[in-house]
């Protein structure tokens, strides 16, 4: 419960609206108007807004919570060298039962509320344990498990990710009050042989889910799949097996071509965008604004901190609306509206989460509220632009989720951090020992 008074807002169509009232109760928007509301005590709680913006909260659409502990531990190599020579040896070391993908994700979430993302669609192992935590810190998050990695045809039934994803539809899959959400994983056109895609696909329509892949990220993995399936790219050999045919989030789609736009508008692929871990690993630079104008539904992903390095999504909006604007040569493409866009209401589409993403009446109470009474805000001409190029994710003083305020000013109200932070470097410290026996 509460009310947020005399505060500047971003609107649902993130027009910008100064002095404004807004209401939150239970889990719901209730109120927004210019005037205060006439029972304004049925909220309870006031929040003073005066110097500061409330909007719709954020969403990322693409993160691999637990690879926390691999930040800064893999740097300077292409994709390939980086999963195979260092990325990949280093997961395999990682332990459940030592708690290692339960404190990597648990750290990333603070670093995320403190970034004011509420929502997060996760791909990783040690699935049991990222629900858990999502649970606990009251977030909301898409997750699946990456045991269907196979690289040859295996029989899924004989899978410990077979038992697994039984038990995550069964006991998570919508579980705290919608919160939880389970997807398949289809890690990439090269780690996933196509029976394997089928039958993901197939439990996917069975249990009412949606799929999360990575898609075209590097050149090397687009042409490479044109040679194997003759001529086809990885999108057209996805839709070829089904899996357009479910909800999709596809992360990168770096080298999609003008047909590959085609289909995924046409069949409603959301596309997560992951700017950031795109440069560093100098896998280039999506075709956003052709996608855009094709209706491609067009999110946000911060990616793993082993390509990345940081959670602060609203860096990743301006690394996109910077570089896409460079690498077309025009200062035209990617508003200020368009990259919000992709914070918020897109990244809540491509997750299934139809009541969230804009600052409503009857919309969930996702909201953030950023200082804009900084030397880096002023002056504002729009409020949108100020956001994309001038903010940062460090001007984030609450982050409300569901209308139960998680972190504010500096204080996270469902995490231990320190004790997340002492755990994750006992983790690693674990981790290395184990690499070097």
């Known amino acids: 419960m509460m009310l947020f008074t005399h505060i500047n807002v971003l609107d649902e169509n993130l027009d910008w609206q100064k002095d404004q009232f807004v209401g939150v109760e239970g889990s719901t928007i209730t109120y927004v108007g210019a005037t205060e509301p ?43 060298q980086w999963l195979n020579d260092t990325v990949w040896p280093f997961e395999g070391k990682m332990s459940v039962e030592h708690g290692h993908h339960y404190w990597g994700c648990m750290l990333a979430q603070a670093e995320m509320l403190r970034y004011g993302i509420v929502g997060y669609t996760d791909m990783y192992f040690g699935t049991i344990d990222r629900c858990k935590a999502a649970i606990e810190a009251g977030m909301k998050a898409n997750h699946c498990d990456g045991g269907t990695m196979c690289f040859v045809e295996t029989d ?27 997807d398949m994983c289809v890690h990439a056109e090269y780690t996933t042989p196509q029976g394997m895609i089928e039958r ?16 075209s990220e590097t050149q090397t993995e687009h042409e490479e799949c044109k040679q ?18 479910v909800p999709v989030t596809a992360a990168h789609c770096v080298w999609v071509e003008p047909s590959d736009i085609e289909l995924m508008a046409r069949k409603g692929v959301n596309v997560s965008l992951n700017p950031a871990s795109n440069m560093k690993l100098a896998s280039g630079f999506a075709p956003v604004q052709a996608m855009i104008d094709a209706g491609v539904n067009c999110s946000l992903g911060t990616d793993g901190m082993a390509s990345n390095n940081t959670h602060n999504i609203l860096q990743s909006a301006y690394l996109l609306a910077c570089s896409q604007k460079g690498n077309a040569l025009d ?8 990259a919000l866009q992709m914070l918020t209401i897109n990244g809540a589409r491509a997750q299934g989460r139809s009541d969230c993403g804009v600052l409503a009446v009857d919309k969930k109470a996702d909201l953030v509220v950023i200082d804009v009474d900084t030397p880096w805000m002023c002056p504002v001409y729009d409020m949108a632009t100020n956001l994309l190029y001038s903010a940062n994710g460090a001007d984030v003083l609450l982050t409300m989720c569901d209308g139960k305020v998680l972190y504010e000013n500096g204080e996270y109200k469902t995490i231990d951090i320190e004790k ?16 070097h026996e």
């Open 38 to 80: 006439t029972d304004p005590e049925r909220f309870g709680e006031r929040y003073d807004g005066h110097g500061k913006l409330l909007m719709s909260a954020f969403y990322n659409t693409h993160a691999h919570t637990p690879m926390t502990l691999l930040r800064g531990y893999a740097e300077n190599q292409p994709l390939q």
């Open 156 to 182: 899924y039934d004989t899978l410990p990710v077979a038992a697994l994803n039984k038990q995550l539809f069964d006991e998570y899959h919508l579980a705290a009050d919608g919160r939880i959400r389970i």
């Open 200 to 215: 993901c696909v197939a439990e996917a329509k069975a249990n009412n889910a949606g799929l999360h892949i990575h898609m």
């Open 228 to 245: 194997r399936h003759d001529g086809m790219t990885p999108a057209a050999w996805f839709d070829s097996l089904g899996a357009f045919d």
């Open 331 to 338: 200062p035209t493409v990617i508003t200020p509206k368009q």
């Open 420 to 435: 997340a932070k002492a755990e994750v470097c006992r983790s690693v410290g674990e981790i290395l020992d184990a690499l």
